[in-house]
């Protein structure tokens, strides 16, 4: 026989809410969830090897000039970043005028002359007598700038003149042709030759006649450079040998215009008298004149000073 189980009566709960004095109103709280993701262990970095090559940028000798130029860039920064000292300023000492850093006796004598005054061509060559501070026998210059612009060709201005009083110098000159020329002091076509081939240029002017020319044209590099080439502009290639050799010994001087269109030129010694000097002046500056373009109007000459070798300039009134 099968006993029958009696089921246990339920009991009921009764929920008593216990509401303290005073509360406040019960507000639901609902909590939110959220989804996190779960969490996965980071793959190891691998660091790939640097392959170096034999040469070019990934070289040993470039990764290491590359590892240290990083370096120093960033020390550099390193330095900007922080305080930065300031560094004492030098002191700039203001340049001296010319006159100034001359010597005593060159400034004694510049006191005589009168910077912004303008002399007459005698009184300029008398003052640079007087200024001249060395003690050798210096050369008196001219210094004349002209209103040419040497590009062109006829504004390319050269002339040769033939002082009346010399230069004051004593010149060697030698004439290729086995003539025997009066005045020379070297001649024979022979003997200038060995001496050109031994580069022993032991005379100041070499006169030659047009037929011989060509036997000159392998020792232009030897010539040329030192101005002793021989040239028809310069008078020194001619049919008549004497009165060539004539003319050089009087004092026949060569000018030339230079890149910046300023006349540079020597017409005598400070030991020469005023009258020669002036002489030597009038000459140079008729010959001068006589050369202006005529595609120039205006003046011709800009500016003009005399000074002696190492002495003061002087500025000569233009007429």
Do not use: C, W
Not at 128 to 152: C, G, W, Y
Not at 159 to 165: H, K, Q, S, T, Y
Not at 249 to 271: F, L, M, P, Q
């Amino acid at each position: 026989m099968v006993k029958e189980v009696k089921k246990a009566p339920k009991k009921k709960v009764v929920k008593k809410e216990v509401v303290p004095v005073d509360a406040a109103p019960v507000v639901e709280v609902k909590e939110v969830v959220e989804a996190v993701e779960p969490i996965t262990p980071e793959e190891p970095v691998v660091e790939e090897p640097v392959v170096i090559a034999k040469a070019g940028k990934r070289s040993a000798k470039a990764l290491k000039e590359a590892n240290e130029l990083e370096a120093k860039n960033a020390r550099k920064t390193s330095k900007t970043d922080g305080e930065e000292t300031e560094k004492p300023k030098k002191k700039i000492t203001p340049t001296k005028p010319r006159i100034e850093r001359q010597g005593k006796k060159i400034r004694e004598l510049s006191k005589l002359i009168d910077k912004t005054k303008a002399y007459e061509l005698k009184d300029a060559l008398e003052l640079a007598q007087k200024t001249s501070p060395t003690k050798f026998d210096a050369s008196v210059d001219f210094h004349v700038r002209l209103n040419v612009d040497p590009k062109h060709a006829d504004h390319n201005i050269r002339d040769i003149v033939v002082l009346p009083a010399g230069t004051g110098k004593t010149l060697k000159i030698a004439v290729f042709s086995d003539e025997k020329i009066t005045g020379a002091d070297i001649t024979g076509i022979e003997a200038i030759t060995k001496l050109l081939e031994k580069q022993q240029l032991t005379f100041d002017v070499l006169i030659a006649e047009p037929a011989n020319m060509a036997k000159l044209g392998k020792f232009a590099r030897v010539l040329g450079p030192r101005g002793l080439m021989p040239n028809p502009k310069s008078g020194t290639v001619a049919t008549n040998l004497t009165s060539a050799v004539a003319d050089a010994k009087k004092g026949r001087i060569e000018y030339r215009v230079d890149s910046t269109g300023i006349v540079h030129v020597a017409i005598g010694k400070v030991s020469f008298t005023l009258d020669q000097l002036n002489e030597n002046a009038e000459a140079f500056i008729t010959s001068l004149r006589s050369n202006k373009p005529s595609s120039i109007k205006g003046a011709f000459i800009r500016s003009f000073f005399v000074t002696t070798s190492m002495g003061p300039s002087i500025i000569v009134k233009i007429v």
